[in-house]
């Protein structure tokens, strides 16, 4: 069964549990920075970077997008998702930003917050492979990849068949723009 978010969604109109924004895309699209901007717009909310739960493996840690990473990469996202769930369930809007992958991360990470009885909106940055490179290049280590990483992680976005209407072409835009138009659409779906 193949996972497939709604279209965005506001909190106020939610079934059930709460509801997530999945804002994902390849490195240096400006997902967290979006998010941010995104849940100050909220009176109660969370923005939760699935980032952050590979930084607290110490022994044993492999780099995200190496071989012999899946497992790791696996309990990852779960743990986001799972503190994300919790959030939304206590009724703060939650919006979790991380490298979610359409066909190996996306999907699993749908269906792991559809099933605790949460409404899923989803959003996918992707500014174009030259703005996405040229941005990780002015990032310092830990966070600077090789281009070539980067523009695997950036294909992982691209072509995306139904998923397309889920992109926000966000090149040439500052991150409060693309904020405001996460944001008015979800207030739009609300109404």
């Given amino acids: ?18 509801s997530v924004l999945l804002l994902t895309g390849a490195p240096a699209t400006g997902k967290s920075t979006v998010a941010r901007i995104v849940a100050e717009r909220f009176g109660r909310s969370v923005h939760v970077e699935a980032d952050r739960f590979y930084g607290f493996v110490v022994g044993g840690y492999v780099d995200p997008w190496e071989r012999g990473a899946h497992d790791q990469n696996v309990v990852a996202v779960e743990i986001a998702c799972d503190a994300a769930a919790r959030y939304a369930e206590a009724g703060y809007v939650t919006i979790l930003d991380g490298i979610f992958i359409p066909g190996w991360f996306f999907e699993p990470a749908i269906e792991r917050l559809h099933a605790r009885s949460l409404d899923v909106s989803a959003a996918i940055l992707r500014p174009s492979v030259a703005t996405t490179i040229a941005r990780a290049r002015a990032r310092v280590p830990p966070k600077r990849l090789p281009d070539e990483v980067l523009e695997r992680l950036w294909r992982g976005f691209d072509d995306l068949g139904p998923l397309e209407r889920h992109v926000i072409d966000s090149e040439g835009e500052a991150p409060a723009r693309t904020a405001a138009r996460i944001v008015d659409a979800l207030q739009e779906l609300a109404a």
């Avoid at 069964?1 to 709460?18: F, L, N, T």
Wanted: aromatic share 0%; hydrophobic share 15%; with cysteine.
């Fill in 1 to 18: 069964m193949e996972a497939e978010p709604s279209a965005p969604r506001s909190p106020k109109g939610c079934g059930g549990g709460g």
